[in-house]
T-cell receptor, first 115, second 114 residues
């Protein structure tokens, strides 16, 4: 069984459109993340949710809106897509217990191409 | 705030040769340190992690890393690389907080010479 899954794997769309990427984890973790990996492979955190509560919100345009309907799901909605949004988006999850920062488990990524 | 530097963008080694990938971190307290590997077109997989205790950490696929506080380093090593080790390697540093934030280095691309 896939631990962290994302859909779709590939997404090609035109500028100005609105799109969503879905993420689900079946690990029972309480924290989920969205990362953006640019063409130079640089990974930057965008958002993090803990038990459906937003705990990390990096400097991300407000066109990006995460939504966590329950602690196993964290979706990413992007409005008015721009060329610069083209990247690979990774979802991840972890379980933080007291002072033990659990490792993050990553999904396979969604390659978004905006034309 | 924590940060991490991987000084080598691209490294090529011969199959069967030893490997060391460098990682330097900046953090005021004891950090949590990770090495992840990303194969082409894939997500990231955890190789090993350091939280506390023994400074030499063993990971999967024959990798190990050593935490050196005096040098603020957490270098990844493997005694003999295989062609399947060709991938992108990311060092990451974290710190305990409710935010559970991990900062990734810029990555080192490893190529294997037959």
């Amino acid at each position: 069984d896939t631990a962290v899954s994302q859909t779709p794997k590939y997404l090609v769309t035109q500028m100005g459109n609105d799109k969503s990427i879905k993420c689900e984890q079946n690990l029972g973790h309480d924290t989920m993340y969205w990362y953006k990996q640019d063409s130079k492979k640089f990974l930057k955190i965008m958002f993090s949710y803990n038990n459906k509560e937003l705990i990390i919100n990096e400097t991300v345009p407000n066109r990006f809106s995460p939504k966590s309907p329950d602690k196993a799901h964290l979706n990413l909605h992007i409005n008015s897509l721009e060329l610069g949004d083209s990247a690979v988006y990774f979802c991840a999850s972890s379980q933080v217990v007291q002072r033990d920062q659990g490792e993050q488990y990553f999904g396979p990524g969604t390659r978004l191409t905006v034309t | 705030a924590q940060s991490v530097t991987q000084p080598d963008i691209h490294i090529t080694v011969s199959e069967g040769a030893s490997l060391e990938l460098r990682c330097n971190y900046s953090y005021g307290a004891t950090p949590y340190l990770f090495w992840y590997v990303q194969s082409p077109g894939q997500g990231l997989q955890l190789l090993l992690k350091y939280f506390s205790g023994d400074t030499l950490v063993q990971g999967i696929k024959g990798f190990e890393a050593e935490f050196k506080r005096s040098q603020s380093s957490f270098n990844l090593r493997k005694p003999s690389v295989h062609w399947s080790d060709a991938a992108e390697y990311f060092c990451a540093v974290g710190a305990w907080s409710s935010a559970s934030k991990i900062i990734f280095g810029s990555g080192t691309r490893l190529s294997i010479r037959p």
